[in-house]
């Protein structure tokens, strides 16, 4: 079983609409989490990082929660547009020094 | 921040042939992380490099496919040995810095074989 879940796998939304995205986490001791946006053939890029003592932080139009207690987290992306389609990951890094992604969102943003 | 120097950005390779990918650090890092991306799928870790002892693999890698070399705390390799077609995908490499505050990626290395 995967240390990081990310739900749901896809997800297709029209322009303009909201969507939020999952993940999951079973690593300890926790020292933070990233949200990642990557676009195709393109490397990772950090949108949001979440220490244990923040429960929700904005960038935009991205806003990202964090349940410490439950080891859950979302990314809610607002008034979704062409140029949000990529991969969202969700990456944990514990116990210090180790780290282990999410398999990924895949949204798509439909005109 | 770190600086990660991952090279080559590309490459393009006959099968059964090998490929070895470096990454390199600016600073001294713990452990380096080494993901596969397939076209049209999200990363996946073939495995943890810690220097001074064998590399970690994940399910459904293993060594003599993906040797894995870490002489030290800022620099590792991952060869692609005796290459296939399915073998066509980006790698990258990452590291957790800073005691774990901080997470740095390698450019990619997009390899495709032919």
């Known amino acids: 079983k995967n240390q990081v879940e990310q739900s749901p796998q896809s997800l297709i939304i029209l322009e303009g609409k909201n969507c939020t995205l999952q993940?999951?986490?079973?690593?300890?001791?926790?020292?933070?989490l990233r949200w990642y946006k990557q676009d195709t053939g393109r490397g990772p890029v950090s949108l949001t990082i979440m220490t244990f003592s923040e429960n929700t932080k904005s960038n935009g139009r991205y806003t990202a929660t964090l349940d410490a207690d439950t080891k859950q987290s979302s990314l809610h992306i607002t008034a979704s547009q062409l140029s949000d389609s990529a991969s969202y990951i969700c990456?944990?890094?514990?116990?210090?020094?180790?780290?282990?992604f999410g398999a990924g969102t895949r949204l798509t943003v439909k005109p | 921040s770190a600086v990660i120097s991952q090279k080559p950005s590309r490459d393009i390779c006959q099968r059964g042939t090998s490929l070895t990918i470096q990454c390199q650090v600016d600073?001294?890092?713990?452990?380096m992380f080494w993901y596969r991306q397939q076209p049209g799928q999200s990363l996946t870790l073939i495995a943890t490099?810690?220097?001074?002892?064998?590399?970690?693999?994940e399910s459904g890698f293993v060594i003599d496919k993906f040797p894995i070399s870490r002489p030290n705390l800022t620099f590792s390799t991952l060869t692609v040995s005796n290459m296939s077609p399915e073998d066509s995908s980006i790698y990258l490499c990452?590291?957790?810095?800073?005691?774990?505050?901080?997470?740095?990626f390698g450019q990619g290395t997009r390899l495709t074989v032919v």
């Open positions: 600073s001294q890092v713990t452990m």
């Open positions: 490099a810690n220097q001074g002892s064998e590399a970690t693999y």
């Open positions: 990456v944990v890094l514990y116990n210090n020094n180790d780290m282990r």
């Open positions: 993940c999951n986490y079973t690593v300890s001791p926790f020292s933070n």
């Open positions: 990452s590291v957790a810095a800073f005691g774990g505050a901080e997470a740095f």
